[in-house]
């Protein structure tokens, strides 16, 4: 049974940088794909990230050239560096962990899930 806890969130103006972390407990985390979700206020949850067991990334279109996912596996945690923030940036962050990693980031696919952390950019 995995657990999943996110930390780095907080308030930056426009232009700004904030780096999310995901640690991974209690389970192998080389076995999972692993990526950030994100839900805007009023809206649904949406895939940002993933990265998979091999370290290759994947985007979301709206965050291409100014987000980074990476993993440090030997601590077992996932990372978001988050550059050039824009305010419809502004979301609550998740951390997810599951079996695939797909370029349409279905919310199927992943079966542990974090806290989320909240990330807002003021214009």
């Known amino acids: 049974q995995a657990q999943l806890v996110e930390s780095g969130g907080g308030s930056v103006p426009s232009g700004g940088s904030l780096r999310l972390s995901c640690v991974v407990v209690g389970t192998t985390y080389s076995a999972y794909c692993m990526a950030w979700f994100r839900q805007p206020p009023g809206k649904e949850r949406e895939g940002v990230a993933n990265?998979?067991?091999?370290?290759?990334?994947l985007y979301a279109d709206a965050v291409k050239g100014r987000f980074t996912i990476s993993q440090d596996g030997a601590k077992k945690t996932l990372y978001l560096q988050m550059d050039n923030l824009k305010p419809e940036d502004t979301a609550i962050y998740y951390c997810a962990a599951g079996h695939l990693c797909t370029d349409d980031f279905s919310l199927t696919d992943f079966g542990y899930w974090g806290q989320g952390t909240q990330v807002t950019v003021s214009s």
């Open positions: 990265i998979d067991r091999d370290g290759t990334p």
